[in-house]
Structures are given as structure tokens and as C-alpha cells.
């Protein structure tokens, strides 16, 4: 299986502030067809995670420009900038492209 | 707009075979995919197993023995049946959708206890 190390566990940050979440995995996630698949996803309290990037760099419908994610291959980066309340919570990485897909252990985003 | 409920008993004893049920609108399973998803309290997520638009199936190894993914179409639901439970099966079940999971259901809470 592929196993998904993100970094850090917890993060805490200031409102405004930036975060930065890694993720890197056993081995590359290039598809056979070229695609990448690697996505992130904020849990908050009590709720369901919601998609935040798909495929590495594409925000999902609806997501702030504040979210970006970049990398390639192996290792891969959510970055946040100018945090704010509603961005707080579990941020998890999955990836999709062999089976079983694996999720990352998740970093909690929390206020310093 | 797209959305997708799961439902099921929230007590499973032991040794027991949990039945859960993903009813999804303003999607078709025909042009979609449905994973099923669990987390434990205070864990992290395990994708469990997916069905695909096609009707074929794809399951953790870990699970695959115990799992099974089905549909019917014409009522918009995707079932998981899974047994042999045993109490780190407690879990909060998800289903998303597609290869993305862009929607998620609210989850169910199931808990395996005698």
C-alpha cells in the first residue's frame, strides 16, 4: 500500500497568518495516464470533509484562492495564507491513483 | 444539487454483518462512482472500497474478505455489507463520490458493541 506521511501533526498558526502542510508519498503518484492524483481535504468539527484541491494544484468549486497546492511525483504541499476562523479544523491528503487509495494521518490547523 | 445520505443501525453486535445504505440525488451511479469511507473516533479516514459506474468493484485488501459493494440503480442507492464485525469497526461511514470524492454524506455512526 501506499502510505502517506503528512507533516505536521499539528500546526498552529495566527488569524492571518500563513500554514504550510506537507504531504509526501511511499512512491509516485503519476497515473499510468499522466494524471497525478493527490487531493486535500479540510474536516472541521463535527462535519464531513469537504475537497478542497484536486489533482495536486485545482481548487474545487467554491474554495478561496487563499488555498493553493503544488508538487509532483512524490511530495506534495497545501499551503494556506491569510488564515482565517473557518479555515481551522483536520486537513488530510489522499491519494488516488493506486490502489488502495490511502488518506495521510491529517494535521490539525489550530490557533496559536 | 448533488447529495448523498447514508443509513443503517447505529448498534452492530459482534461477529455480526453491518448493512448500510447510500441514497444519493442529483447524480446518476450509472455516470458516477460511490467509495464508501469510515474514520473511528478520533482517527483518521480509511477508504473502504469503491463501486464504479460500470457496476465493478474495488476493495481494500485489508477488508476485502469481509466486504461487499453493491447498487440499485433504479432506487439511486449503493449498499456495503461487511461482516465478521468486531469492535474496531466502531467507526463514523461515509460515502463520496467519484475519483475525487468532491460530495460527501453526512455519515452514520456505527458502533460494534454487545
Known sequence: DVVMTQTPVSLPVSLGGQASISCRSSQSLVHSNGNTYLHWYLQKPGQSPQLLIYRVSNRFSGVPDRFSGSGSGTDFTLKISRVEPEDLGDYYCLQSTHFPYTFGAGTKLELK | ?114
Open chain 2, 1 to 114: 444539487q448533488v447529495q448523498l445520505k447514508e443509513s443503517g443501525p447505529g448498534l452492530v453486535q459482534p461477529s455480526q454483518t453491518l448493512s448500510l445504505t447510500c441514497t444519493v440525488s442529483g447524480l446518476s451511479l450509472t455516470s458516477n462512482s460511490v467509495s464508501w469511507i469510515r474514520q473511528p473516533p478520533g482517527k483518521g479516514l480509511e477508504w473502504m472500497g469503491v463501486i464504479w459506474s460500470n457496476g465493478g468493484t474495488d476493495y481494500n485488501s485489508a477488508i476485502k474478505s469481509r466486504l461487499s459493494i453493491s447498487r440499485d440503480t433504479s432506487k439511486s442507492q449503493v449498499f456495503l455489507k461487511m461482516n465478521s464485525l468486531q469492535t474496531e469497526d466502531t467507526a463514523m461511514y461515509f460515502c463520496a463520490r467519484g475519483k475525487y470524492f468532491d460530495y460527501w454524506g453526512q455519515g452514520v455512526m456505527v458502533t460494534v458493541s454487545s
